[in-house]
């Protein structure tokens, strides 16, 4: 004895088709926005992030630069130098 009538699989078959259709259709728009996407993105002309961190890098390093020269150039420092040269050099006042 058949459990499903021969209209029922039919009907089954073209349900099971028809949701492979949708997804195939679903995974089509998904690669075309992928591909938009990417598109514009490299449109924008944006950094890598092997360059961001390369030009990081070097901001940091300026930067610390800069913070030991104004250390280096500050009231403090140059009082702390000119004691220091009148210790190593009493003669001079």
Not at 11 to 22: E, H, Q
Not at 75 to 89: D, E, G, I, L, Y
């Amino acid at each position: 004895m058949q459990s499903k009538s021969r209209p029922l699989d039919d009907i089954s078959n073209l349900l099971t088709n028809a949701v492979g259709a949708v997804k195939g259709v679903g995974d089509e728009v998904k690669a075309m926005g992928r591909s938009q996407a990417e598109k514009f993105i490299a449109d924008m002309d944006l950094v890598s992030r092997d360059e961001f961190e390369v030009l990081k890098a070097r901001l940091d390093a300026a930067l610390a630069e800069i913070a030991t020269l104004k250390a280096a150039a500050s009231p403090k420092a140059t009082t702390k130098r000119k004691a220091a040269v009148k210790k190593s050099n009493p003669s001079k006042k």
